[in-house]
């Protein structure tokens, strides 16, 4: 079993800036892919970005690309999510995924294998 425990949400106005946190413990495999994905209130889950964590390359959505950046800390198991110049429109409730025995960045929340319990992020106009 994985757990994932986040952290790191919370309200910021338009422009600023937050960086989530996502920890990982548990039995993970060599080859694993972490993600974050974001859901809004009635909208479907969506990726944001991931990191294959053996190699570290990285794959961002295109409505955060050049705003957001992932990376990681092998010393803790823990993957960030950097978000910068942050809009109104990037208001969700944020998730990490792991994707076990991959090396392979997926962008369908159906193959990532655990998730943690998400992190409120609310951008204020």
């Known amino acids: 079993q994985v757990q994932l425990v986040e952290s790191g949400g919370g309200l910021v106005q338009a422009g600023g800036s937050l960086r989530l946190s996502c920890a990982a413990s548990?039995?993970?495999?060599?080859?694993?892919?972490m993600g974050w994905f974001r859901q809004a209130p009635g909208k479907e889950r969506e990726f944001v970005a991931a990191?294959?964590?053996?190699?570290?390359?990285?794959y961002y959505a295109e409505a955060v690309k050049g705003r957001f950046t992932i990376s990681r800390d092998g010393a803790k198991n823990t993957v960030y999510l950097q978000m910068n110049s942050l809009k109104p429109e990037d208001t969700a409730v944020y998730y990490c995924?792991?994707?076990?025995?991959?090396?392979?960045?997926?962008?369908?929340?159906?193959?990532?294998?655990?998730w943690g319990q998400g992190t409120q992020v609310t951008v204020s106009s």
């Open positions: 990191l294959n964590w053996s190699g570290g390359n990285t």
């Open positions: 548990g039995r993970t495999s060599s080859d694993y892919v």
């Open positions: 995924a792991l994707d076990r025995y991959t090396i392979e960045i997926e962008l369908r929340p159906g193959t990532y294998d655990y």
